[in-house]
Protein backbone atom coordinates (compact mmCIF):
# COMPACT_ATOMS: atom_id res chain seq x y z
CA UNK A 1 0.00 0.00 0.00
CA UNK A 2 1.67 3.38 -0.90
CA UNK A 3 1.79 6.46 1.72
CA UNK A 4 -0.60 8.25 -0.56
CA UNK A 5 -3.99 5.44 -0.17
CA UNK A 6 -2.64 4.20 3.51
CA UNK A 7 -3.00 7.96 4.98
CA UNK A 8 -5.93 9.22 2.90
CA UNK A 9 -8.05 6.19 1.69
CA UNK A 10 -11.37 7.84 2.24
CA UNK A 11 -10.46 10.58 0.20
CA UNK A 12 -11.05 9.71 -3.37
CA UNK A 13 -8.15 11.40 -5.54
CA UNK A 14 -5.21 11.69 -7.11
CA UNK A 15 -4.11 14.72 -5.93
CA UNK A 16 -0.90 15.04 -4.29
CA UNK A 17 -1.36 15.43 -0.62
CA UNK A 18 -1.08 18.87 0.70
CA UNK A 19 1.77 20.15 3.38
CA UNK A 20 1.86 23.56 4.74
CA UNK A 21 5.12 23.68 6.88
CA UNK A 22 5.79 27.07 8.74
CA UNK A 23 9.34 28.27 10.06
CA UNK A 24 9.95 31.04 12.05
CA UNK A 25 13.29 31.89 12.47
CA UNK A 26 14.20 32.23 15.46
CA UNK A 27 17.66 33.06 14.94
CA UNK A 28 20.76 31.15 13.09
CA UNK A 29 20.19 28.41 10.30
CA UNK A 30 18.47 25.52 12.20
CA UNK A 31 15.19 26.20 11.98
CA UNK A 32 15.21 26.57 8.85
CA UNK A 33 17.86 24.13 7.99
CA UNK A 34 15.65 21.62 9.71
CA UNK A 35 12.29 22.46 7.70
CA UNK A 36 14.28 22.83 4.33
CA UNK A 37 15.38 19.42 5.00
CA UNK A 38 12.13 17.84 5.91
CA UNK A 39 10.28 19.83 3.07
CA UNK A 40 13.25 18.15 0.41
CA UNK A 41 12.74 14.84 1.91
CA UNK A 42 8.70 14.94 2.07
CA UNK A 43 8.60 16.08 -1.37
CA UNK A 44 11.09 13.75 -2.87
CA UNK A 45 10.25 10.64 -0.90
CA UNK A 46 6.52 10.82 -0.59
CA UNK A 47 5.26 12.91 -3.27
CA UNK A 48 3.70 15.60 -1.02
CA UNK A 49 3.08 18.60 -2.65
CA UNK A 50 5.01 20.87 0.30
CA UNK A 51 4.60 24.71 1.06
CA UNK A 52 7.12 25.89 2.84
CA UNK A 53 6.41 29.63 4.76
CA UNK A 54 9.37 30.77 5.93
CA UNK A 55 10.08 34.84 7.54
CA UNK A 56 13.46 35.15 6.81
CA UNK A 57 14.78 34.04 3.38
CA UNK A 58 17.76 35.66 4.00
CA UNK A 59 18.69 32.96 6.30
CA UNK A 60 17.96 30.75 4.11
CA UNK A 61 19.95 32.05 1.09
CA UNK A 62 23.15 30.86 3.21
CA UNK A 63 22.30 27.36 3.20
CA UNK A 64 20.25 27.17 -0.18
CA UNK A 65 21.79 29.66 -2.75
CA UNK A 66 19.12 29.25 -5.00
CA UNK A 67 16.53 31.03 -2.65
CA UNK A 68 16.28 34.38 -4.46
CA UNK A 69 15.07 37.12 -1.49
CA UNK A 70 12.54 39.39 -3.48
CA UNK A 71 9.94 36.51 -4.49
CA UNK A 72 7.02 36.31 -2.28
CA UNK A 73 6.36 33.03 -4.01
CA UNK A 74 9.38 30.96 -5.47
CA UNK A 75 9.20 27.05 -6.28
CA UNK A 76 12.49 25.82 -5.20
CA UNK A 77 13.78 21.97 -5.80
CA UNK A 78 9.83 21.28 -6.16
CA UNK A 79 9.09 23.22 -3.12
CA UNK A 80 6.92 25.74 -3.15
CA UNK A 81 8.36 28.61 -0.81
CA UNK A 82 6.29 31.78 0.16
CA UNK A 83 7.98 34.26 1.77
CA UNK A 84 6.04 34.28 5.58
CA UNK A 85 5.51 38.41 5.86
CA UNK A 86 3.00 38.97 8.50
CA UNK A 87 0.15 37.10 10.75
CA UNK A 88 -2.22 39.69 9.19
CA UNK A 89 -2.44 37.30 5.42
CA UNK A 90 -6.44 35.88 5.17
CA UNK A 91 -6.99 32.87 3.76
CA UNK A 92 -9.92 31.00 1.55
CA UNK A 93 -10.92 27.32 2.61
CA UNK A 94 -9.00 26.17 -0.60
CA UNK A 95 -5.64 27.46 0.84
CA UNK A 96 -5.54 25.04 3.14
CA UNK A 97 -3.38 21.84 3.16
CA UNK A 98 -4.05 18.16 3.88
CA UNK A 99 -1.50 18.40 6.73
CA UNK A 100 -0.53 21.21 8.72
CA UNK A 101 3.02 22.14 10.44
CA UNK A 102 3.83 24.65 13.05
CA UNK A 103 7.89 24.15 13.94
CA UNK A 104 8.97 24.88 17.25
CA UNK A 105 5.68 26.53 17.93
CA UNK A 106 5.52 29.03 15.55
CA UNK A 107 2.15 31.01 15.75
CA UNK A 108 0.63 30.03 12.65
CA UNK A 109 -1.55 33.12 10.98
CA UNK A 110 -4.41 33.38 12.86
CA UNK A 111 -7.03 33.42 10.03
CA UNK A 112 -5.13 30.18 8.43
CA UNK A 113 -6.24 28.92 11.93
CA UNK A 114 -9.78 30.26 11.64
CA UNK A 115 -9.96 28.33 8.37
CA UNK A 116 -9.12 25.07 9.20
CA UNK A 117 -12.20 25.33 11.66
CA UNK A 118 -14.29 26.09 9.17
CA UNK A 119 -13.59 22.89 7.37
CA UNK A 120 -15.73 19.45 7.64
CA UNK A 121 -12.71 17.32 6.92
CA UNK A 122 -9.87 19.29 9.75
CA UNK A 123 -6.57 18.77 8.12
CA UNK A 124 -4.02 17.02 10.69
CA UNK A 125 -2.26 19.71 12.59
CA UNK A 126 1.29 19.37 13.86
CA UNK A 127 3.78 21.10 15.90
CA UNK A 128 7.36 19.73 15.71
CA UNK A 129 9.68 20.10 18.61
CA UNK A 130 12.94 20.15 19.29
CA UNK A 131 15.38 17.86 19.65
CA UNK A 132 16.39 16.79 23.30
CA UNK A 133 17.41 13.42 24.50
CA UNK A 134 15.70 13.96 28.17
CA UNK A 135 13.56 11.15 29.35
CA UNK A 136 10.12 12.91 29.29
CA UNK A 137 9.88 13.64 26.03
CA UNK A 138 8.67 10.08 25.59
CA UNK A 139 5.75 11.16 27.71
CA UNK A 140 4.59 14.19 25.76
CA UNK A 141 5.46 13.10 22.35
CA UNK A 142 1.91 12.70 20.09
CA UNK A 143 0.08 14.40 22.89
CA UNK A 144 -3.04 15.84 21.69
CA UNK A 145 -3.85 20.05 22.48
CA UNK A 146 -7.10 21.11 21.98
CA UNK A 147 -7.33 24.20 20.31
CA UNK A 148 -9.16 26.76 23.27
CA UNK A 149 -11.84 28.14 20.59
CA UNK A 150 -12.22 26.34 17.70
CA UNK A 151 -13.00 22.80 17.11
CA UNK A 152 -9.29 21.75 16.57
CA UNK A 153 -6.49 19.40 17.85
CA UNK A 154 -2.91 19.68 17.28
CA UNK A 155 -0.60 17.25 18.34
CA UNK A 156 3.16 17.56 19.93
CA UNK A 157 5.56 15.40 17.28
CA UNK A 158 9.33 14.80 19.07
CA UNK A 159 12.13 14.27 17.19
CA UNK A 160 14.49 11.68 19.86
CA UNK A 161 16.77 8.91 20.01
CA UNK A 162 14.63 6.48 21.15
CA UNK A 163 11.20 4.15 20.05
CA UNK A 164 8.96 5.98 21.47
CA UNK A 165 9.79 9.55 20.28
CA UNK A 166 9.67 10.31 16.46
CA UNK A 167 13.45 9.74 15.95
CA UNK A 168 16.06 11.25 13.93
CA UNK A 169 15.37 12.95 10.26
CA UNK A 170 17.31 10.55 8.10
CA UNK A 171 16.79 10.21 4.66
CA UNK A 172 16.50 7.27 2.69
CA UNK A 173 19.19 7.24 0.59
CA UNK A 174 21.77 9.11 3.12
CA UNK A 175 24.16 6.39 4.21
CA UNK A 176 23.97 5.13 0.01
CA UNK A 177 24.87 8.48 -0.84
CA UNK A 178 27.67 8.66 1.80
CA UNK A 179 29.18 5.43 0.91
CA UNK A 180 29.21 6.50 -3.05
CA UNK A 181 30.33 10.03 -2.09
CA UNK A 182 33.44 8.52 -0.14
CA UNK A 183 34.14 6.38 -2.53
CA UNK A 184 34.18 8.87 -5.53
CA UNK A 185 36.49 11.12 -3.44
CA UNK A 186 38.86 8.92 -2.94
CA UNK A 187 38.98 7.57 -5.85
CA UNK A 188 38.76 10.58 -8.27
CA UNK A 189 41.94 12.04 -5.91
CA UNK A 190 39.88 14.30 -3.24
CA UNK A 191 37.87 17.05 -6.12
CA UNK A 192 35.63 18.11 -2.89
CA UNK A 193 38.74 18.49 -0.43
CA UNK A 194 40.98 20.27 -3.55
CA UNK A 195 38.04 22.84 -4.15
CA UNK A 196 38.13 23.59 -0.76
CA UNK A 197 41.59 24.78 -1.29
CA UNK A 198 43.54 21.93 0.34
CA UNK A 199 46.96 20.31 -1.07
CA UNK A 200 47.94 16.73 -0.51
CA UNK A 201 49.38 17.12 2.05
CA UNK A 202 46.58 18.78 3.84
CA UNK A 203 44.31 16.08 2.41
CA UNK A 204 46.53 13.61 4.31
CA UNK A 205 46.29 15.55 7.80
CA UNK A 206 44.06 15.00 10.93
CA UNK A 207 40.71 17.29 9.40
CA UNK A 208 38.52 18.89 11.48
CA UNK A 209 35.33 20.93 10.76
CA UNK A 210 34.15 23.57 13.37
CA UNK A 211 30.42 24.78 13.43
CA UNK A 212 30.05 26.35 16.99
CA UNK A 213 28.76 29.30 19.10
CA UNK A 214 30.47 32.37 19.56
CA UNK A 215 31.02 31.39 23.15
CA UNK A 216 33.00 28.41 22.00
CA UNK A 217 36.55 28.33 23.35
CA UNK A 218 38.06 28.17 19.86
CA UNK A 219 41.55 30.28 20.86
CA UNK A 220 42.14 27.39 23.29
CA UNK A 221 41.74 24.90 21.26
CA UNK A 222 43.85 26.41 18.17
CA UNK A 223 46.67 26.37 20.60
CA UNK A 224 46.35 23.17 21.45
CA UNK A 225 46.23 21.86 17.68
CA UNK A 226 49.52 24.42 17.14
CA UNK A 227 51.17 22.54 19.85
CA UNK A 228 49.92 19.03 19.02
CA UNK A 229 52.07 15.80 17.88
CA UNK A 230 50.53 15.60 14.58
CA UNK A 231 49.23 18.05 11.64
CA UNK A 232 45.69 19.46 12.10
CA UNK A 233 43.67 20.89 9.42
CA UNK A 234 40.72 22.68 10.86
CA UNK A 235 38.06 24.05 7.99
CA UNK A 236 35.72 26.82 8.83
CA UNK A 237 32.81 28.27 6.99
CA UNK A 238 32.49 31.85 6.97
CA UNK A 239 31.24 33.90 9.83
CA UNK A 240 32.10 31.07 12.33
CA UNK A 241 34.34 31.48 15.14
CA UNK A 242 35.11 35.40 13.91
CA UNK A 243 36.73 36.39 17.15
CA UNK A 244 39.22 33.47 17.64
CA UNK A 245 39.76 33.80 14.23
CA UNK A 246 40.43 37.37 13.69
CA UNK A 247 43.16 37.08 16.66
CA UNK A 248 44.87 34.07 14.86
CA UNK A 249 44.68 35.61 11.33
CA UNK A 250 45.69 39.05 12.72
CA UNK A 251 42.85 40.11 10.38
CA UNK A 252 39.09 39.78 9.23
CA UNK A 253 38.49 35.91 8.32
CA UNK A 254 37.55 36.03 4.78
CA UNK A 255 36.86 32.48 2.59
CA UNK A 256 40.07 31.29 0.73
CA UNK A 257 42.59 32.81 3.99
CA UNK A 258 44.82 29.68 5.27
CA UNK A 259 47.65 30.44 8.10
CA UNK A 260 49.96 27.68 9.46
CA UNK A 261 51.34 28.02 13.03
CA UNK A 262 53.03 24.85 14.01
CA UNK A 263 51.11 21.68 13.74
CA UNK A 264 47.69 23.62 12.59
CA UNK A 265 46.96 24.61 9.52
CA UNK A 266 43.45 26.41 9.15
CA UNK A 267 41.54 27.61 6.96
CA UNK A 268 38.27 29.96 6.16
CA UNK A 269 36.09 28.14 3.73
CA UNK A 270 32.62 29.28 1.76
CA UNK A 271 29.21 28.35 3.78
CA UNK A 272 28.11 25.64 2.14
CA UNK A 273 24.90 24.61 0.77
CA UNK A 274 23.19 22.05 3.15
CA UNK A 275 24.25 19.05 0.55
CA UNK A 276 27.94 19.85 0.56
CA UNK A 277 27.98 20.66 4.62
CA UNK A 278 27.25 16.66 4.55
CA UNK A 279 30.03 15.68 2.78
CA UNK A 280 32.45 18.13 5.00
CA UNK A 281 31.18 16.29 7.79
CA UNK A 282 31.62 12.93 5.89
CA UNK A 283 35.28 13.63 5.11
CA UNK A 284 36.40 15.27 8.24
CA UNK A 285 37.92 13.14 11.06
CA UNK A 286 36.51 14.84 13.89
CA UNK A 287 33.46 17.40 13.65
CA UNK A 288 32.19 19.94 15.79
CA UNK A 289 28.69 20.82 15.55
CA UNK A 290 26.32 22.48 17.34
CA UNK A 291 22.53 23.48 17.78
CA UNK A 292 20.28 20.59 16.19
CA UNK A 293 20.72 20.02 12.27
CA UNK A 294 24.44 20.10 12.42
CA UNK A 295 24.45 17.81 15.60
CA UNK A 296 22.43 15.36 13.77
CA UNK A 297 24.18 15.25 10.19
CA UNK A 298 27.46 14.58 12.18
CA UNK A 299 25.84 11.62 14.02
CA UNK A 300 24.69 10.10 10.67
CA UNK A 301 28.21 10.62 9.38
CA UNK A 302 29.34 8.30 11.38
CA UNK A 303 33.15 10.24 12.90
CA UNK A 304 34.12 11.42 16.04
CA UNK A 305 32.35 14.63 16.93
CA UNK A 306 32.18 17.08 19.78
CA UNK A 307 28.71 19.03 20.07
CA UNK A 308 28.35 22.92 21.23
CA UNK A 309 24.72 22.90 22.46
CA UNK A 310 22.30 25.82 22.20
CA UNK A 311 22.90 28.01 25.20
CA UNK A 312 19.49 28.13 26.90
CA UNK A 313 18.16 30.41 30.50
CA UNK A 314 19.77 29.11 33.62
CA UNK A 315 22.23 26.66 32.08
CA UNK A 316 18.92 24.48 31.01
CA UNK A 317 21.22 23.18 28.24
CA UNK A 318 23.59 21.38 31.01
CA UNK A 319 20.76 18.97 31.36
CA UNK A 320 20.46 18.35 27.53
CA UNK A 321 23.98 17.95 27.26
CA UNK A 322 24.18 15.58 30.49
CA UNK A 323 21.55 13.41 29.17
CA UNK A 324 23.10 13.26 25.77
CA UNK A 325 26.26 12.20 26.94
CA UNK A 326 24.38 9.30 28.71
CA UNK A 327 23.21 8.10 26.42
CA UNK A 328 26.12 7.98 23.99
CA UNK A 329 28.75 8.11 26.60
CA UNK A 330 29.31 4.15 26.10
CA UNK A 331 29.85 4.82 22.38
CA UNK A 332 32.49 7.38 22.42
CA UNK A 333 34.31 7.63 25.67
CA UNK A 334 36.48 10.43 25.21
CA UNK A 335 33.77 12.45 23.99
CA UNK A 336 32.48 12.97 27.20
CA UNK A 337 35.33 15.57 28.56
CA UNK A 338 36.02 17.25 25.64
CA UNK A 339 32.17 17.80 25.15
CA UNK A 340 32.07 18.93 29.09
CA UNK A 341 35.17 21.21 28.34
CA UNK A 342 34.41 22.90 25.48
CA UNK A 343 30.61 23.66 26.70
CA UNK A 344 32.47 25.27 29.76
CA UNK A 345 29.99 22.72 32.19
CA UNK A 346 33.98 21.77 33.27
CA UNK A 347 37.05 24.11 33.58
CA UNK A 348 39.53 22.92 31.27
CA UNK A 349 43.10 23.66 33.39
CA UNK A 350 44.90 21.52 29.89
CA UNK A 351 43.55 22.02 26.45
CA UNK A 352 46.47 20.42 25.34
CA UNK A 353 46.18 17.10 27.50
CA UNK A 354 42.68 17.07 26.93
CA UNK A 355 42.74 17.17 22.87
CA UNK A 356 45.86 14.93 23.24
CA UNK A 357 43.50 12.27 25.21
CA UNK A 358 40.80 12.85 22.89
CA UNK A 359 43.08 12.27 19.59
CA UNK A 360 44.55 8.84 21.52
CA UNK A 361 41.07 7.54 22.49
CA UNK A 362 39.11 8.54 19.08
CA UNK A 363 41.38 5.48 17.45
CA UNK A 364 38.62 3.01 18.52
CA UNK A 365 36.01 5.53 18.17
CA UNK A 366 34.87 4.44 14.04
CA UNK A 367 33.21 0.72 14.92
CA UNK A 368 31.58 2.59 17.81
CA UNK A 369 30.24 5.78 15.84
CA UNK A 370 28.53 3.22 13.81
CA UNK A 371 26.84 1.04 16.06
CA UNK A 372 25.25 4.44 17.58
CA UNK A 373 24.20 5.17 13.69
CA UNK A 374 22.74 1.62 13.61
CA UNK A 375 21.38 1.84 17.19
CA UNK A 376 19.85 5.48 16.14
CA UNK A 377 18.85 3.86 12.38
CA UNK A 378 16.32 1.08 14.78
CA UNK A 379 14.22 4.19 15.81
CA UNK A 380 13.22 4.66 12.06
CA UNK A 381 13.32 7.72 10.18
CA UNK A 382 11.48 10.77 11.61
CA UNK A 383 9.50 11.39 8.68
CA UNK A 384 8.38 8.02 8.39
CA UNK A 385 7.50 7.95 11.32
CA UNK A 386 5.42 11.38 11.53
CA UNK A 387 3.48 10.01 8.24
CA UNK A 388 2.41 6.94 10.07
CA UNK A 389 1.26 8.84 12.89
CA UNK A 390 -0.71 10.82 10.64
CA UNK A 391 -1.85 7.53 9.22
CA UNK A 392 -3.02 6.55 12.68
CA UNK A 393 -4.86 10.29 13.39
CA UNK A 394 -6.68 9.86 9.19
CA UNK A 395 -8.49 6.77 10.67
CA UNK A 396 -9.66 8.28 13.81
O1 LIG B 1 22.53 27.34 13.30
P1 LIG B 1 22.22 26.56 14.52
O2 LIG B 1 22.80 27.05 15.74
O3 LIG B 1 20.69 26.49 14.63
C1 LIG B 1 19.81 26.32 15.70
C2 LIG B 1 19.10 27.61 15.95
O4 LIG B 1 19.87 28.39 16.82
C3 LIG B 1 17.76 27.33 16.52
O5 LIG B 1 17.09 28.50 16.88
C4 LIG B 1 17.89 26.42 17.68
O6 LIG B 1 16.61 26.07 18.03
C5 LIG B 1 18.65 25.19 17.28
O7 LIG B 1 19.93 25.55 16.73
C6 LIG B 1 18.84 24.24 18.40
O8 LIG B 1 22.70 25.03 14.32
P2 LIG B 1 22.07 23.81 13.49
O9 LIG B 1 20.83 23.35 14.12
O10 LIG B 1 23.15 22.87 13.34
O11 LIG B 1 21.72 24.42 12.07
C7 LIG B 1 22.69 24.78 11.15
C8 LIG B 1 22.20 24.49 9.74
O12 LIG B 1 23.09 25.08 8.80
C9 LIG B 1 22.16 23.02 9.42
O13 LIG B 1 21.04 22.74 8.61
C10 LIG B 1 23.43 22.79 8.62
C11 LIG B 1 23.53 24.08 7.89
N1 LIG B 1 24.88 24.44 7.42
C12 LIG B 1 25.08 24.51 6.06
O14 LIG B 1 24.19 24.20 5.27
N2 LIG B 1 26.31 24.89 5.62
C13 LIG B 1 27.34 25.19 6.46
O15 LIG B 1 28.44 25.53 5.99
C14 LIG B 1 27.10 25.11 7.86
C15 LIG B 1 28.21 25.44 8.81
C16 LIG B 1 25.86 24.74 8.30
Known amino acids: MTFETSIFSKQNTQAPIRLDLFCKVVDNFGDIGICWRLSKQFASEYAIAVQ ?7 SFKRLCPQVSLDQECQVVEQITVRHWKNQAQTFSPSDIADIVIEFFACDIPPDYIATMATLTRKPIWLNLEGLTAETWVEGCHRLPSSHPQYPLTKYFYYPGFTDQTGGLICEAELETNRQIFLMRESELEHPFLRGLGLSSTEIKASKVSLFCYPHAPVSDLIQAWCNSSSPVVCLVPEGVAQTALTAFFGATPEVGMSKTVNALTLRV ?42 PQDENLHHKKLAAFLDRHRTIDPAESDFSLAWNAVQVCPDWDKLWRNYEQQREETPALVEQWRRQMMLNGDFSRNLFDFVGELRKK
Open 52 to 58: LWVDDLA
Open 269 to 310: IPFLDQENYDHLLWLCDVNFVRGEDSFVRAQWACKPFVWHIY
